[in-house]
């Protein structure tokens, strides 16, 4: 079972994370069409998934992660957003997350430390997930739209 520390530590921290986050899509050149959206927009679905990461790892099912994120793939579309920066802000969210853990995670044992990898585990098989059903959505649309 993955540690509540690490879990409630992101929880915690989720705005802080956010706006991290935030501030790095708005002025990083590999997402320059997400640069169009406000902070505000930007901030909510980093948020909803920082702040409530027990759930999205743990509680929702694959069916839920499938249509969410087939979802967000069809309004980045629609929102002509190029599917390499879609994947870009996925990837950023992620490693904003891991980078946080690392740092203030402080596993002081070896239990600490094991639940810590597989913490990191379970988020590599969410964000992998996720990108899937993102790409999926965007797909789809592009072929919606093609007809």
Known sequence: MISAKFVKLVEENASKLTDELVRDIQTNPKSDKYHQFSSKELYQRGYEVYKNLSEWMLEKSESEVRDDYTDLGRRRYDE???ISQVIFGLTLTKTHLIDYIKL????????DFYQEVELFSLLSQFYDKAIYYTVCGYEAR???KQK
């Open 104 to 111: 203030y995670g402080l596993a002081d044992t070896a239990v």
């Open 142 to 144: 592009a072929e919606e």
């Open 80 to 82: 002509g957003i190029p």
